[in-house]
């Protein structure tokens, strides 16, 4: 990695760029209350596991005023990462902001107060993205989030909940995943889609996702298939209102 921080507090960085990293660019473990602002991260689009910004077992983290276009995800947050804010953010290119992948170890912790507010996807595979293993190793529970005043550009696929992840197919399968998704909300996410879905909300059988809100979703699809953005749903709790592009899928 360029930089790393582990068991700091109480921190901040600000003005600092980072450029064609190996790997990850900057790192986070057991950091809390830790201020980032105006950084810019730098790789190609296809530079592999160069994640921008990575927490694990974090609280209390502020980032705003930064651009991150990188290789693999602008912002991953992983197991233990509670109480945090991301505003102001550019990310593109990228895998988008990524929560996990969750559920394969067994010592995981729960990850619960995410805000992300004031966004813009560019270009990016991935936009608000939330991916846990399959056959989980943990029982854990995601969270109080809430994503509010996302643009997306051309995005892949916007809105994705992956619960059952497999970056390397084929995964052994050992049931549904363990990990439960509650109290999600979603408003004013707009702008353009690549894949007709749009809106991809695969939960666990075993734990369905609980108390989704989605509020002004505007996805309209921009690719080669043609016709418009869809969504799917499974295994879903939730409501929707106000404008609905494409129609919610909800029960």
């Known amino acids: ?7 700091v507090n109480n921190s901040r960085i600000n003005g600092i760029t980072s450029l064609n990293s190996k790997m990850g660019h900057f790192n986070f473990f057991s950091v809390h209350h830790f201020n980032i602002t105006d950084v810019t991260i730098t790789a190609p689009g296809d530079s592999p596991n160069t994640d921008g910004l ?3 077992f974090c609280s209390n983290i502020n980032i ?11 912002i991953a947050i992983l197991s233990g990462t509670t109480s945090m804010d991301i505003s102001d953010v550019n990310c593109g290119p990228g895998h988008g902001i990524s929560v996990g992948s969750l559920g394969k170890n067994k ?9 992300v507010r004031d966004i813009v996807f560019n270009g990016t595979s991935d ?3 939330i991916k846990t293993w399959e056959s989980s190793a943990s029982k854990i529970l995601v969270s109080n989030f809430v994503y509010e005043n996302i643009q997306m550009i051309n995005v892949g696929n916007p809105i994705n909940i992956d619960q059952k ?11 549904e995943s363990h990990v439960q998704i509650q109290d999600l909300k979603l408003k004013n996410i707009y702008g353009t889609s690549t894949n007709k879905v749009a809106v991809n909300l695969q ?7 609980k108390k989704v809100e989605l509020i ?8 080669v298939e043609g016709g418009p953005s869809t969504a799917v749903c499974k295994n879903v709790d939730g409501s929707a209102r106000g404008k609905m592009v494409p129609q919610h899928c909800l029960n």
Do not use: Q, W
């Open 1 to 7: 990695m360029t930089m790393g921080f582990a068991f």
């Open 54 to 56: 990575k927490f694990g």
């Open 64 to 74: 705003s005023k930064t651009h991150i276009g990188t290789g693999d995800d602008c």
């Open 107 to 115: 010592e995981e912790k729960d990850v619960n107060g995410l805000t």
């Open 127 to 129: 936009g608000i993205r």
């Open 165 to 175: 992840y497999c970056p390397h197919p084929p995964c052994e399968k050992k049931g």
């Open 203 to 209: 939960c666990s059988k075993s734990f369905p996702c």
């Open 216 to 223: 002004d979703i505007n996805l309209e699809h921009k690719g």
